[in-house]
C-alpha cells in the first residue's frame, strides 16, 4: 500500500478505535478532570530551524491539521477541534514510521469557518461566545499561501486532516487542497474526509480527495453511546466528541460532563 492509502487506513483506524464513554444530564462545573499524566503533541511548531531542516530533510510528506475556534459545550474549550486533529495525526505519524514512512506533522492555524449560511450568518456554532470565523475565499487563500510556503521549505506531499466537521469548512478545505495542487508546481496535497461526510455533502472523491472509510462509524457510535437527544451524525460536544478528549486531553475536559445530554 502507497503511503497515500496507508495514511487514510490508519486516521480511520485510530478514530474507529478512541475511547468512548457515555453521557446524561445537564450541567458541567469549570473544574477540570485531574490526571496524573498528560501527553504532549509537539508539531513543527516546537522544532528549532535546524530541527525541522533535519527533519525534511528525511521526507518531503507532511500531516498538517486543521482546526477552528468554537464553542463546544460548558465542558470542552474553544480549541477542542484543533486539539484532537493534532493528536490524531500525532498517532498516525506513530502509526506511519513503524510502517516504515516518515512524516513531519505540521503547523496549526487554529481558524476555521463556523457558520452555514454565509459568510456572516450568525448561525450554528457562530451564534455563541467565543466561536470565530473567516469567509470561504479567506480560508482558502491563507491555506494555500501556507502551502507554498511548505512547498518553498520541502514540502511536496501535504495531506491536511481537520478536527472541524462543518459543511462550508471541509468544502474549504477540499477546495484548498485542490487550488494549491493546481497552481503550486511540485506540490500534491490531499484532503481527509470521512466517507460519511463526503456523502452528506454530496461531494465525490477526485485525486486529491482521500475518503477515510466509515471513519465516524455511526451505528457503532449509537451502539457505544446510545442514542442522545441529538442524531450521531451531530458530532460536536456529544459523547464522542468528549470521549476523544477524555482520550488526547483529559486535562481540559471541565467535571460534570457526565450529566450533561
Known amino acids: 500500500m502507497n503511503l497515500k492509502g496507508t495514511i487514510a487506513a490508519m486516521t480511520s483506524a485510530l478514530l474507529l478505535t478512541s475511547g468512548c464513554g457515555g453521557a446524561d444530564g445537564t450541567t458541567a462545573s469549570s473544574e477540570k478532570v485531574v490526571v496524573a499524566n498528560t501527553r504532549s503533541y509537539p508539531t513543527m511548531l516546537d522544532m528549532t530551524f535546524p530541527e525541522f531542516e533535519k527533519a525534511i530533510a528525511k521526507t518531503d510528506a507532511m500531516l498538517l491539521p486543521v482546526g477552528a475556534i468554537e464553542a463546544h459545550g460548558p465542558h470542552l474549550p474553544l480549541d477542542t477541534d484543533a486539539a484532537a486533529a493534532v493528536a490524531q495525526l500525532s498517532y498516525v505519524r506513530e502509526k506511519l514510521r513503524l510502517e516504515g514512512y516518515e512524516t513531519v506533522l505540521g503547523p496549526l492555524l487554529n481558524i476555521g469557518i463556523t457558520n452555514e449560511a454565509g459568510d456572516r450568518a450568525r448561525d450554528r456554532t457562530y451564534m455563541y461566545p467565543g466561536s ?69 455533502l454530496k461531494v465525490k472523491s477526485d485525486g486529491h480527495i482521500l475518503p477515510i472509510k466509515n471513519g465516524l462509524n455511526f451505528p457503532m457510535l449509537t451502539d457505544l453511546l446510545g442514542k442522545g437527544v441529538e442524531p450521531a451524525y451531530s458530532t460536536h460536544a456529544d459523547g464522542w466528541e468528549t470521549s476523544l478528549m477524555l482520550y488526547f486531553r483529559p486535562d481540559v475536559v471541565r467535571l460534570g460532563y457526565e450529566r450533561l445530554p
Not at 491555506?143 to 472541524?164: A, C, E, I, K, P
Not at 494549491?180 to 461526510?197: C, H, M, N, V
Open 132 to 200: 470565530l470565523t473567516i469567509r470561504f475565499e479567506t480560508f482558502v487563500a491563507l491555506y494555500v499561501d501556507l502551502l507554498q510556503s511548505l512547498r518553498d521549505n520541502g514540502v511536496r506531499r501535504v495531506f491536511l486532516y481537520s478536527g472541524h466537521l462543518g459543511g462550508r469548512h471541509l468544502e474549504a478545505v477540499i477546495a484548498a487542497a485542490q487550488e494549491a495542487s493546481s497552481k503550486i508546481d511540485g506540490l500534491e496535497a490531499y484532503a481527509l474526509i470521512d466517507t460519511e461526510r463526503l456523502e452528506r
